[in-house]
């Protein structure tokens, strides 16, 4: 069973134009949300992430949306740019205690053209 | 900052074939972790270690096994290779539990089963 859904699997965007990338999950007790951006040839890096009291969450041109209510989440890259290439990957846990286990969607292959 | 250490970067062998892959980290984080990425199916956790000589499986452990020999290293078996066991495998660290846990990963190691 998925636990974490990415769509779309692959996006296309001019430079310049918003990337919108979407999560959702299944288990309710999910309650940290990062998305790790990956490059070819390199292992995944955090870049943002957001824990479910929080409705958004800004760094720079990197944004999460959460809705609690739906578990679905977004994350938009405005003023895309052709070295945000890459494969984004959302991923779900229980934050706390004794649950090490985080668990990542399949990922969203990236291509901004320049 | 540290690094994470992936050896080799390319493992060939055989099929039917006993491989192992090594990992080291120098942040000196207590948790360490396997996954498995497959084209198009996201991180699958393998094995993870809370601490020296700790061993919990993952989603995806059978026909592997695990060894934390000591806190900065942790290695994995691939038991008897198959064909379909071509994959790239990513050694993960991070400080332990609590908050949101960031996990740092290493560049993977790609294996080719013959």
């Known amino acids: 069973q998925q636990q974490v859904r990415q769509s779309p699997q692959s996006l296309t965007v001019w430079e310049g134009e918003t990337a919108i990338l979407n999560c959702s999950y299944e288990?309710?007790?999910?309650?940290?949300f990062p998305w790790y951006q990956q490059f070819p040839g390199e292992g995944p890096a955090l870049l943002i992430s957001?824990?479910?009291?929080?409705d958004k969450k800004e760094d720079g041109r990197f944004t999460i949306f959460f809705n609690k209510r739906e578990k679905k989440l977004s994350l938009h890259i405005t003023d895309s740019q052709p070295g945000d290439s890459a494969t984004y990957f959302c991923?779900?846990?229980?934050?706390?205690?004794?649950?090490?286990?985080?668990?990542f969607g399949k990922g969203t292959l990236l291509t901004v053209t320049p | 900052g540290g690094i994470i250490t992936q050896t080799p970067k390319f493992l060939i062998g055989q099929e039917g074939q006993k491989l192992t892959l090594k990992c080291q980290q120098n942040?000196?984080?207590?948790?360490m972790y396997w996954y498995r990425q497959d084209s198009g199916k996201g991180l699958r956790l393998i094995y993870y270690?809370?601490?020296?000589?700790?061993?919990q499986k993952g989603d995806l452990s059978e026909g592997y096994d695990a060894s934390r020999e000591k806190k900065s290293s942790f290695s994995l078996t691939v038991t008897s290779a198959q064909k379909n066991e071509m994959a790239v495998f990513l050694c993960?660290?991070?400080?332990?539990?609590?908050?949101?846990?960031?996990?740092?990963f290493g560049e993977g190691s790609r294996l080719i089963v013959v």
């Open positions: 270690s809370i601490t020296e000589n700790d061993l």
């Open positions: 991923a779900a846990r229980i934050s706390g205690g004794s649950n090490y286990k985080l668990t």
């Open positions: 942040f000196n984080h207590d948790t």
């Open positions: 993960a660290s991070s400080v332990g539990t609590g908050g949101g846990n960031t996990l740092y």
């Open positions: 957001i824990r479910s009291v929080s």
């Open positions: 288990d309710s007790t999910f309650n940290y």
